[in-house]
């Protein structure tokens, strides 16, 4: 069984920082584009951050660029969010997700194979 499981997030003050990670478990990790998305209250999920499998490249949406980082650790299955200089804005539940592809695409959600549950990020003003 294929499980993601989303963790580090919490309330923060604006300018404040949190580190996401996303364990998984059940696939070769190596193997797939492993992405971060959030969805606030109302609005439809959007993707933040992706990277590619066996390391083929990182990708931030407009909104990330500057601020957030993503990494990963292929030996604990984990990839991580680094999210400094948090607004408000940012307020979300933040999810990951796995993609067997060659060319993850944020904008495909609908394409994302498999994904986690969920983590609440919520940035105060």
């Known amino acids: 069984e294929v499980q993601l499981v989303e963790s580090g997030g919490g309330l923060v003050q604006t300018g404040g920082s949190l580190r996401l990670s996303c364990v998984g478990s059940g696939l070769p990790f190596d193997d797939y584009a492993i992405g971060w998305f959030r969805q606030a209250p109302g609005k439809e999920r959007e993707g933040v951050s992706c990277?590619?499998?066996?390391?083929?490249?990182?990708y931030y949406a407009d909104s990330a660029k500057g601020r957030f980082t993503i990494s990963s650790d292929n030996a604990k299955n984990t990839v991580y969010l680094q999210m400094n200089a948090l607004k408000p804005d940012d307020t979300a539940v933040y999810y990951c997700?796995?993609?067997?592809?060659?060319?993850?695409?944020?904008?495909?959600?609908?394409?994302?194979?498999?994904w986690g549950q969920g983590t609440q990020v919520t940035v105060s003003s």
């Open positions: 990277i590619g499998r066996r390391h083929t490249g990182e």
């Open positions: 997700a796995a993609d067997l592809t060659l060319f993850p695409d944020l904008a495909t959600i609908d394409d994302w194979d498999y």
